[in-house]
């Protein structure tokens, strides 16, 4: 991703497991919170890229476990 090259990641339905794993991939490669990273990617390619709060919870436990955390409010 930071390559800037095309990554390939998908599943039957393009989102959920593939908007997880998208969602995380950009976490790591630019070091923002999960949270951010899913709104990002909703507002670039498509508002249902994570499906579920289970899997937004889940996109932002990785980053925390990775020491990037959420903006304070």
């Keep these: 991703i930071k390559r800037k090259q095309r990554t390939l990641v998908f599943c039957l339905g393009g ?7 998208i969602s995380i991939l ?6 923002v919170p999960g949270e951010e990273a899913i709104s ?4 670039q390619f498509c ?9 937004e919870r889940y ?3 990785v980053g925390e476990l990775l020491g990037i955390k959420g903006r304070k409010e």
């Design 15 to 21: 989102h959920g497991r593939t908007g997880t794993c």
């Design 40 to 43: 990002i990617l909703r507002e």
């Design 47 to 55: 508002p249902n890229i994570v499906e579920t709060e289970e899997q």
């Design 59 to 61: 996109v932002e436990r």
């Design 26 to 31: 950009a976490t790591l490669a630019y070091r």
